[in-house]
């Protein structure tokens, strides 16, 4: 079985009870997050290994979020599904992260919350990102400090051609970096 495909069935697997198990931990990575950029003027908004959704369904809540394109990628059939029940007026596709079916330049902030370090060439999700990313887009990644450093996060951002506004080191497990294009 291949690296993504064992992904897709870990998580399909556990769909049902990660809201349980990481609601609170992940609300501290989403405050992290909204703390650090405006979702408000933003007409397009991507989350990208969005698991259930939640974090596009807080900010549609905070920012009002009628009349903005909101959409949530997730490789996991089973996240996505309970996405959809959680949040029938938001938009989520299955669709592997590498090879994303958006068009170039349509949105204005990208997110990637501990998605990037459970992939075998997280760079190719990085360049995903920055090419459906608007000319002032921010792209937000966030990983897992425990599997990655801060070191290696920059690196992978500078590879991809992409420049890094604001870096932190969150309380909970997270380092992470808002972005544009170079």
């Given at each position: 079985?291949?690296?993504?495909?064992?992904?897709?069935?870990?998580?399909?697997?556990?769909?049902?009870?990660?809201?349980?198990?990481?609601n609170e931990i992940q609300a501290h990575k989403y405050q992290e997050i909204l703390s650090r950029v405006d979702f408000s003027e933003s007409s397009g908004i991507i989350d990208i290994?969005?698991?259930?959704?939640?974090?596009?369904g807080l900010i549609k809540q905070s920012v009002n979020g009628n009349g903005k394109q909101l959409l949530g990628v997730d490789?996991?059939?089973?996240?996505?599904?309970?996405?959809?029940?959680?949040?029938?007026?938001?938009?989520?596709?299955?669709?592997?992260?590498?090879?994303l079916p958006i068009k170039d330049g349509?949105?204005?902030?990208?997110?990637?919350?501990?998605?990037?370090?459970?992939?075998?060439?997280?760079?190719?999700?990085?360049?995903?990102?920055?090419?459906?990313?608007?000319?002032?887009?921010?792209?937000?990644?966030?990983i897992l400090r425990k599997t990655w450093t801060q070191e290696e996060l920059q690196e992978l951002i500078k590879k991809s051609d992409l420049t890094i506004d604001d870096e932190w080191i969150a309380e909970v497990e997270d380092i992470g970096a808002i972005c544009h294009k170079s």
């Amino acid at each position: 079985m291949d690296k993504k495909k064992a992904i897709a069935t870990r998580y399909d697997s556990s769909a049902e009870i990660y809201d349980n198990r990481y609601n609170e931990i992940q609300a501290h990575k989403y405050q992290e997050i909204l703390s650090r950029v405006d979702f408000s003027e933003s007409s397009g908004i991507i989350d990208i290994g969005c698991g259930t959704g939640t974090f596009l369904g807080l900010i549609k809540q905070s920012v009002n979020g009628n009349g903005k394109q909101l959409l949530g990628v997730d490789i996991s059939h089973e996240m996505i599904k309970i996405a959809h029940e959680k949040f029938p007026d938001i938009d989520f596709i299955v669709a592997d992260s590498d090879n994303l079916p958006i068009k170039d330049g349509t949105f204005e902030r990208i997110i990637s919350v501990t998605h990037l370090q459970n992939l075998p060439e997280p760079h190719n999700t990085v360049k995903e990102m920055k090419r459906i990313s608007t000319k002032d887009a921010s792209v937000v990644i966030s990983i897992l400090r425990k599997t990655w450093t801060q070191e290696e996060l920059q690196e992978l951002i500078k590879k991809s051609d992409l420049t890094i506004d604001d870096e932190w080191i969150a309380e909970v497990e997270d380092i992470g970096a808002i972005c544009h294009k170079s």
